[in-house]
T-cell receptor, first 116, second 115 residues
Framework: GAVVSQHPSWVICKSGTSVKIECRSLDFQATTMFWYRQFPKQSLMLMATSNEGSKATYEQGVEKDKFLINHASLTLSTLTVTSAHPEDSSFYIC????????????FGPGTRLTVT | GENVEQHPSTLSVQEGDSAVIKCTYSDSASNYFPWYKQELGKRPQLIIDIRSNVGEKKDQRIAVTLNKTAKHFSLHITETQPEDSAVYFCAASIGGGGSQGNLIFGKGTKLSVKP
């Protein structure tokens, strides 16, 4: 149980274009999902908390107009990187917390984004 | 802001030995402490967690201890095996209200188990 999928697993895009990443909880409902960014050999940096049916909460320093988050259902959250630049290249990982299980988080496999 | 410190950053042990990783946290309201294992290029996997009403929890070769007074918790791996080699992250819950359910992560410990 507690399986989270993420799509795509990797993507290459050109500067100025937008990329959408999907995060799905496959066998549980997730009122809350989280988006992280991970640089090589570094820890997980929380970007934003996505709550079903409401606006995402962004961490300090994360541009909400650049990283658009939509959590339209209890099993799907999307992160759209708008007007991507090479410095946005990174490993993006989502996690989902089962509804009713306070704080537990299960991670997706991550998306490797490369902006050329 | 709140933070979690994790030590050591790297740890090398001989197969069969024990490994201990320690974390301290700053938010006295933290009440959930998970540990994740991340192999190269893969997702972090939850391996064990503990809540603040418990001092110790064990699952086969891994155990976690929590000292709420001192605000630190530790991961213990006994009888280490090469497949235990990975990066381990500790985390502590923070916040409430708009940030309900957030975790703050330590910087990770790269564990190498030599056969």
């Amino acid at each position: 149980g507690a399986v989270v999928s993420q799509h795509p697993s990797w993507v290459i895009c050109k500067s100025g274009t937008s990329v959408k990443i999907e995060c799905r909880s496959l066998d549980f409902q997730a009122t809350t999902m989280f988006w992280y960014r991970q640089f090589p050999k570094q820890s997980l940096m929380l970007m934003a908390t996505s709550n079903e049916g409401s606006k995402a909460t962004y961490e300090q320093g994360v541009e909400k107009d650049k990283f658009l988050i939509n959590h339209a259902s209890l099993t799907l959250s999307t992160l759209t990187v708008t007007s991507a630049h090479p410095e946005d290249s990174s490993f993006y990982i989502c996690s989902a917390g089962p509804t009713g299980k306070s704080y537990e988080q299960y991670f997706g496999p991550g998306t490797r984004l490369t902006v050329t | 802001g709140e933070n979690v410190e994790q030590h050591p950053s790297t740890l090398s042990v001989q197969e069969g030995d024990s490994a201990v990783i320690k974390c301290t946290y700053s938010d006295s309201a933290s009440n959930y402490f998970p540990w994740y294992k991340q192999e190269l290029g893969k997702r972090p996997q939850l391996i064990i967690d503990i809540r603040s009403n418990v001092g110790e929890k064990k699952d086969q070769r891994i155990a976690v201890t929590l000292n709420k007074t001192a605000k630190h918790f530790s991961l213990h791996i006994t009888e280490t095996q090469p497949e235990d080699s990975a990066v381990y992250f500790c985390a502590a819950s923070i916040g409430g209200g708009g940030s309900q359910g957030n975790l703050i992560f330590g910087k990770g410990t790269k564990l190498s188990v030599k056969p």
